[in-house]
């Protein structure tokens, strides 16, 4: 079945520094979402590239839809930024079964 | 836009008892979905609703969990006799449409306890 590999598990950045998550998906997706979950919280969509490459604000996200990946860049991180990030793509034929990785654990250190 | 509301926001029971989760998608949003998020499996999609017709339970344990959509602004997921491996969160989605690439909306999640 489809899988989501996200990749590192978890990261620790002094502030400021620039993070670069990744990942990677078995088979084609339509739709790719990047979320974000802070400690206890509800997941925030971040962006929602499913193809190429979007900004917002100090997140840029870049998808090779072809090779099966995504990457979301964070620029200049905050403590505020901590927290964790999941990726989520769907399943193709049944678009509707997003299907998310692990995540990967950021931890902004002041 | 209240986005989508969950409720209870967190729920103690204790072992063999009943759980009803409540979802209210965001207005005009034809797709509604429910997922658990657990340390160990993480995040698993358990069913769909689309046009308030259910369309998918693969992810549904299939004894002692059903969900119910009655009409277009409210869900339901009810678990009977909630056992400890229920302890998870649980999150309600929705999305305009579903298929083809439809951005879901998550709620805050109802914090299950099992004790």
């Known amino acids: 079945g489809q899988q989501v590999q996200q990749s590192p598990s978890s990261l620790v950045l002094q502030e400021g520094e620039n993070a670069e998550l990744q990942c990677n998906f078995s088979s084609t997706a339509t739709q790719l979402q990047w979320f974000y979950q802070s400690p206890g919280g509800s997941l925030v969509s971040l962006l929602s590239n499913p193809s190429g490459t979007k900004h917002t604000g100090r997140l840029t996200s870049t998808t090779v839809t072809k090779e099966r990946r995504s990457s979301l860049h964070i620029s200049s991180s905050q403590t505020t930024d901590s927290g964790t990030y999941l990726c989520?793509?769907?399943?193709?034929?049944?678009?509707?079964?997003?299907?998310f990785g692990k995540g990967t654990h950021l931890h902004v250190l002041p | 836009n209240a986005g989508v509301i969950q409720t209870p926001r967190h729920k103690v029971t204790g072992k063999g008892q009943e759980a009803t989760l409540w979802c209210e998608p965001i207005s005009g949003h034809s797709a509604v979905f429910w997922y658990r998020q657990t340390i160990v499996q993480g995040l698993e999609f358990l069913t769909y609703?689309?046009?308030?017709?259910?369309?998918?339970d693969s992810g549904m344990p299939k004894e002692r969990f059903s969900a119910q959509m009655p009409n277009q602004s409210h869900s339901t997921l009810k678990i009977q006799s909630t056992q400890p491996q229920d302890s998870a969160v649980y999150l309600c989605?929705?999305?305009?449409?579903?298929?083809?690439?439809?951005?879901?909306?998550f709620g805050p999640g109802t914090r299950l306890t099992v004790l």
């Open positions: 989605a929705s999305s305009l449409g579903a298929g083809g690439g439809a951005e879901q909306f």
């Open positions: 989520a793509i769907d399943r193709g034929t049944n678009a509707y079964k997003v299907i």
């Open positions: 609703f689309r046009n308030q017709a259910p369309i998918d």
